[in-house]
């Protein structure tokens, strides 16, 4: 293998997960917000139809 395609391979794995992780953790924030502001509410609709 030559030595530039070690490095970017290399270079991936150690940046890629560790951003993904990054990028969930702010997902998961974002969509507890966007809850708490009412803007994203799935389980109103099923507490509607229960209710009603």
């Known amino acids: 293998m030559p030595p530039e395609t ?3 391979l290399g270079g991936l794995l150690t940046w890629i997960p560790p951003a993904m992780m990054s990028i969930l953790g702010i ?13 994203v509410s799935p389980y109103n609709e099923k507490l509607k139809a229960s209710h009603s």
Do not use: N, P, T, Y
């Not at 997902?27 to 803007?39: H, N, Q, S, T």
């Open 27 to 39: 997902l998961i924030i974002l969509r507890r917000a966007m809850r708490e502001d009412g803007k």
């Open 6 to 8: 070690d490095q970017l």
